[in-house]
Antibody, heavy 117, light 107 residues
Framework: EVQLVESGGGLVQPGRSLKLSCAASGFTFSNYYMAWVRQAPKKGLEWVATISTSGSRTYYPDSVKGRFTISRDNAKSSLYLQMNSLKSEDTATYYC??????????WGQGVMVTVSS | DVQMTQSPSYLAASPGESVSISCKASKSISNYLAWYQQKPGEAYKLLIYSGSTLQSGTPSRFSGSGSGTDFTLTIRSLEPEDFGLYYCQQYYEKPLTFGSGTKLEIK
């Protein structure tokens, strides 16, 4: 059974950093592109980042480019999202997701990040 | 960016009824469209990809249609477990974008 479990969320002040983790199990992690997707309170879904199987290629929307960094450790079957220079508009539930082409076939339950002073 | 316009935002229906949700893209996306469902307390679930291909495990009462800019998710003979949130997503190009969502509630 595919499982994705996010961790590392919490309350952080504007301008500070936070790193999210996602532990994957139930599939060969190194064979899949992975991604982060977020959902602000009462808002829709927003794609945040994608990483290739080896980690050599990463993709971001303009809203987080230069501030967020996606990475992975295939030996640990883990995905990460380093978030720097956080803003109030980054407040959201962050989901780890497995990619098939560019759609998401499995999602985690999500982890909440609140950016507030 | 490809804008995805999803409607309606809210839908109330009774078990046994059929409903349809529309998703319109701001440019042609061929059939690079997926549909997702979320129920309270559960992870998002992929229902359909490539516009009309059912993901393994998706009940046959769900169907997807359309190509280009206009897409539809249809649920025939609603079951109680079908109520929740539905989103469309285009993967024709990056940035990957989603519709604004449809909340399907029991009437």
């Amino acid at each position: 059974e595919v499982q994705l479990v996010e961790s590392g969320g919490g309350l952080v002040q504007p301008g500070r950093s936070l790193k999210l983790s996602c532990a994957a199990s139930g599939f060969t992690f190194s064979n899949y592109y992975m991604a982060w997707v977020r959902q602000a309170p009462k808002k829709g879904l927003e794609w945040v980042a994608t990483i290739s199987t080896s980690g050599s290629r990463t993709y971001y929307p303009d809203s987080v480019k230069g501030r967020f960094t996606i990475s992975r450790d295939n030996a640990k079957s883990s995905l990460y999202l380093q978030m720097n220079s956080l803003k109030s508009e980054d407040t959201a539930t962050y989901y780890c997701a497995r990619l098939q082409r560019d759609y998401f076939d499995y999602w985690g339950q999500g982890v909440m990040v609140t950016v507030s002073s | 960016d490809v804008q995805m316009t999803q409607s309606p935002s809210y839908l109330a229906a009774s078990p046994g009824e059929s409903v349809s949700i529309s998703c319109k893209a701001s440019k042609s996306i061929s059939n690079y469209l997926a549909w997702y469902q979320q129920k309270p307390g559960e992870a998002y679930k992929l229902l359909i990809y490539s516009g009309s291909t059912l993901q393994s495990g998706t009940p046959s009462r769900f169907s997807g249609s359309g190509s280009g800019t206009d897409f539809t998710l249809t649920i025939r003979s609603l079951e109680p477990e079908d109520f929740g949130l539905y989103y469309c997503q285009q993967y024709y190009e990056k940035p990957l974008t989603f519709g604004s969502g449809t909340k399907l509630e029991i009437k």
